[in-house]
């Protein structure tokens, strides 16, 4: 079974082949970060017209890079939500009508249900997991119980934590992307012997009982210290960088402690845990990954961490989340119909609260 996945649901515009034997045949992701670096983030209107440029072509380079004739692919699964509208809207469409001129089944994918399931496709972790997703747009953690299965326990209350990496770097005039720029920045303060501690950074629902999170505080704290610390309205740079180096240091602190009772909570629910897995472009961050590995081995767990590519937007798991729905069974095998509408918002546990925005139909 060979499935092609359409991702358009934010900067990146990605399509990939997918075998259901764990094969990434084809993956091509096109990052439009030159075209939003100079509004410091993404502008949705520009988000969509790019991926309006780039996505048929795209899927003509993916088909002729492996080999596979359009008529050997099975179904088509696109991301049709949560993210930007008129970015999945791009991907929907495409996708509905590559489903239609093809005679195949179209399935409407859930972004987070692709991040959720990504560590299936590479490493191949078995149900049931708990997940830390940590990007852009979403903090949250859920525990994955099955295909269509999943729990939330946390999410954030104000800013996902890529967002405070992306603000913090912003304010401290490190650039965009933040999170990266955060990360070299702190590596350079810690060569240079800087305490963290020394910034007083505060540290968010830490202690709290639950696994909710909140980083708007911590953008708060970070604009006075660097105001505090200015001279001559500049801040140093061995200031900015230290500054780096404590915001780092928070947000993974948070983010340790939140999981931590998140594994508590499973430990209570009972039924185990085979991991605990991170996943979304924080991951990338080697400090996050250690605090993180640090919190599951302290819970007799391994943390696991799909490759880098993976992590971050892709179509691969968009193609294994419609792969692993094909192979579910019945109930969940049956494809979507072509009156499906792009959502804005879709939370993945449907109990959880902040229902389901209203559709739009492509
Ligand atoms: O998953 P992703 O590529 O896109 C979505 O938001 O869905 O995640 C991008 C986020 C950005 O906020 C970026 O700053 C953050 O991941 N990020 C990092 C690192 N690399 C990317 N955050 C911390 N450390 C990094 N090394
Ligand atoms: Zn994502």
Redesign the pocket.
Known sequence: MRVLGIESS?DETAVAIVSEKRERIVELVLSQLKEHRPFGGVVPEIAARSHLTQLDRMIGQALEQSGIAARDIDAIAATAGPGLIGSVLVGVTMGKAMALALDRPFLAINHLEGHALSARLDPGVEFPFLLLLV????CQLLRVEGVGRYRRLGTTVDDAA??A??KGAKLLGLGY????A??QAARRATEAGLDPKRYGLPRPMLGRPGCDFSFSGLKTALRQRAEELAVGGRLPERERDGLALALQEAIAAVLADRTANALDICSAIGGGLTALVVA???A??GRIRQALDRVARAKGLTLVAPPLALC??NAAMIAWAGIERLQGGPALAQGDGLDFAARPRWPLDPSAPRAAGAGVKA
């Open positions: 934010c990007s852009g747009g979403h890529g967002e990496f992306d992307p933040g999170g990266p955060i990360e979304g472009g924080v990338a961050n971050t937007d």
